[in-house]
């Protein structure tokens, strides 16, 4: 779940497109190391598959490791990240990049709220050129966690400009109860239990609705977990846990060289009374420190390797490591 769910604070609404954000395949910012300037005007539509990405994109081939994921033929991947990122939505979108090249129709589901998915796929509708300004009016304003980053509303960016050249992509916003209904039917389970239930079957409703050939997942780790998980003498099932029934799982747990990561947290020396409500003011939402992961290191890759050999979890099948991170701030800033 994201820090605040969309409710901290208040903000204006600027013109989306003077974020920042390239609007053609050629200025596309998958790569996390690419920072260059928008480009002007809407995508062209590509003849044939073969005119994908891969051409125009400095980084639209599969991270190393990959081979092991597509043997064993997924229905949903799932990556476990540190919210607030530059380089977690970037690796995800390098490989929704290659894998729709290839001819694939991939479904990208984000921890964005269930109920604002009916303005993501209007603006997914819309003709390119006019998809930024719709998505930023979607759920986006006030929210000034990680979840709502700059680099998130990039990754959507640059996958519609995708769609829009030919590619089979597809989006979901799949966080939390849809609806009351959905709601009643979980309400007994323990914990979280309502919540991840909820996640679960939202991705699973929107991947059999358009009959795709692979999810990607991106969510925050607690949730792409293969176990129970234990809170406050509670025990309930992740999101990833309940997915299995649904299909071919795999959940990988991001890894990194450590840096920064934007997200929202308690003020330090604030203490959180029981049974009271937490307020605005006692939030630091900023670029936080990520210790590295020990005795990693290399290129952006992925990997399936044991427990003992690489120190992953057996909550998860592998990881994927994304090397040095930095944070990504909201997209639309907060006016304080």
């Excluded at 009351?180 to 309502?194: I, N, S, Y």
């Excluded at 990607?216 to 003498?233: D, F, M, N, S, Y």
């Amino acid at each position: 779940m994201g820090d605040c769910d969309g409710s901290c604070g208040d903000s204006d609404m600027p013109t989306v497109a003077g974020i920042g954000l390239g609007l053609l395949l050629g200025s596309m910012h998958l790569s996390a190391a690419s920072a260059g300037p928008p480009a002007a005007g809407p995508v062209e539509p590509a003849h044939n598959r073969a005119d994908l990405a891969r051409p125009v994109m400095p980084d639209c081939t599969l991270p190393e490791g990959w081979a092991s994921i597509d043997q064993r033929n997924p229905d949903f991947v799932i990556f476990g990240e540190i919210h607030g990122t530059r380089q977690a939505p970037a690796f995800v979108g390098r490989v929704a990049c290659s894998l729709a090249a290839s001819g694939k129709k991939v479904l990208i589901g984000v921890e964005f709220d269930a109920g604002v998915d009916p303005r993501f796929q209007a603006a997914w509708a819309l003709p390119h050129s006019q998809f930024a300004d719709a998505l930023g009016a979607a759920g986006w304003s006030g929210r000034r966690d990680g979840v709502a980053s700059k680099a998130m509303f990039q990754l959507l960016v640059d996958l519609n400009a995708l769609k829009a050249a030919g590619a089979e992509i597809g989006i979901a916003a799949f966080n939390g109860e849809k609806d009351d209904e959905q709601r009643r039917r979980f309400a007994k389970l323990p914990g979280q239990g309502p919540h991840e239930a909820a996640q679960a079957e939202n991705i699973v409703t929107a991947f059999h609705a358009s009959k795709y050939d692979m999810a990607l997942i991106l969510v925050g780790g607690l949730h792409a977990q293969k176990r129970a998980v234990e809170t406050v003498g509670v025990m309930f099932e992740p999101m990833a846990m309940r997915l299995i029934d649904a299909g071919s799982v795999i959940s990988l747990r991001m890894k990194s060289a450590g840096g920064t990561a934007w997200n929202c947290g308690l003020k330090a020396g604030y203490k959180a009374e029981a049974g009271k409500p937490i307020h605005d003011d006692a939030i630091d939402c900023a670029d936080h420190q990520v210790l590295p992961d020990p005795d990693f290191r290399g290129a952006p890759h992925v990997s399936l390797a044991s427990d003992a050999k690489q120190g992953v979890s057996s909550d998860y099948d592998g990881y994927f490591w994304v090397g040095e991170v930095s944070g990504s701030p909201p997209a639309i800033p907060v006016r304080k």
